[in-house]
């Protein structure tokens, strides 16, 4: 039922957003146009100040706290998705750039958590329903060994990040490395639950985008040379906008999509193809 004086809209789907940084929240805004959202995040003044701005704007949004690398906190975010009745979309945002955390710490928020909240949220996908976990170009620019690859194909593990410092040379364990690592595993990811997925009658592809404005982005270049590098070498000649990547989600996750599964969409203006120099 609809309470009068507020925007609730019972009658839409579901859209789960996590992660309420930048990025997260214009993804948010852009979703919010047709769905209810869930705005999850483990810091919970980020998820409440976020799903409370999409409120003022006429949205429909609940926050949830939620730290995507402990199972039992995710486990408890697909009950919370259960009691709402399912999802029509996820759209998995969070993650940490090299600059701002330890190679554990991005291979644990940035896979493995994607991961096991990929897996947790299956069950309540509606028929139709799109998972788009954002990954980055950095995953196009990385080609592991088959030791590497091996660790990967087994992203559920809380000790993955162990398992692929071991499976890397002592001066490849960097964070930088870790990112590359941790955004190549979801594609994979994507690439091998399309099956599972598609029983259900439900997509799940990622989504690279190359240099997006975003705080993180700026944080970045501000501390990395090679980010100044790839901006130099972008054909379109500047960043991605985190609206023009909010659009691309929105897409991924409407009827317009309906048999885009189980691949990578790069969003990068063009800069893969001129560091591969075809
Ligand atoms: N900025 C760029 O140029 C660029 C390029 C390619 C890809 N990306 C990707 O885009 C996304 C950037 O998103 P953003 O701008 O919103 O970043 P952000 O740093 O603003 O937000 C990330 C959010 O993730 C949350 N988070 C961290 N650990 C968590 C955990 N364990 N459980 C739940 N939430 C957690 C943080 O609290 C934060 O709110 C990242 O996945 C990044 O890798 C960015």
Known sequence: MHELGTSERPDWSLAVVIG??????????RLGQQHRLLIVDIDKDKADEVARRMRDEGGDAEPVDCDITRPESVLELAEE??????????AHV???SPSAADFESIVRVNLTGAALVTRALLPCA???????LIASLAAHTVTPSAAVEAVLRDPHDARTATRLKEALGEEERTSAMAYQLSKYGLLSLCRREAWTWGQRGARIVSLSPGLIATPMGAFEFAR??????LYVRTPLARECTMIEIAGVVAFLASDQA???????ILVDGGLAGTLRGD
């Open 258 to 264: 309906s048999f885009i599964s189980g691949t990578d």
């Open 20 to 29: 309420a940084g930048g990025l997260g929240t214009a993804v948010a805004r």
């Open 94 to 96: 969070a993650g940490l």
């Open 81 to 90: 998705v259960k009691r709402r009745g399912g999802f029509a979309g996820l």
């Open 126 to 132: 509606e028929p139709g329903a799109a998972a788009i």
């Open 224 to 229: 990395s040379p090679v980010k100044h590098d």
